[in-house]
């Protein structure tokens, strides 16, 4: 049976090998590699997710099926300029062979849920623009583009004299 939970410190071993299959499944990608150096978790990672474990502002999930730990996810609370505050998933991640089974949707209702109990005005997730199955996942949630980032890559001859 699939299904979410909170993580516990006896997960973080799992949690760090599926975060470095998520950084080796989108590094690769469109985008992937300027994500693995601004927007992926730093490592190390074991201290990185235990610290995030402890805080008040961040929900840490494990994905399961029959209780083997096969995703994880990460939401964080952003303190608008407003007073508003925003949810930011900044990890969802299932194994690839074990998709399409319903952990995922499992843990981003928990996430979601998540944020309404603390009054979130919205949530934030990012999606790399060649990763039509993350953006179909996250629109199949009830997600939207609110935002489309452009970026120019520069070569290093770009801007030197002569």
Do not use: Q
């Not at 089974?101 to 060649?130: F, K, Q, S, W």
């Not at 949630?141 to 290093?156: C, E, P």
């Amino acid at each position: 049976m699939e299904g979410s939970r909170p993580a516990t410190v006896d997960d973080l071993p799992r949690i760090v090998e599926l975060s470095r299959l998520l950084r080796d499944e989108l590094t690769p990608m469109k985008g992937g590699v300027l994500w693995s150096n601004r927007e992926a978790r730093a490592e190390p990672l074991d201290p990185a997710f235990a610290a995030l474990l402890e805080r008040e502002d961040a929900l840490v999930l494990v994905g399961t099926v029959d209780d083997t730990v096969i995703g994880f996810g990460v939401v964080t609370l952003e303190r608008l300029r407003n007073g508003e505050t925003l949810g930011v998933i900044t990890d969802l991640f299932v194994e690839p062979g074990a998709r399409a089974v319903g952990v995922g949707e499992a843990m981003a209702g928990d996430l979601v849920t998540y944020c309404i109990a603390h009054g979130c005005t919205g949530i934030d997730a990012l999606a790399l623009p060649g990763h039509r199955a993350a953006k179909n996942f996250f629109e199949e949630s009830g997600f939207t583009a609110r935002a489309i980032v452009m970026h120019r890559k520069l070569d290093r001859d770009d801007g030197e004299p002569g």
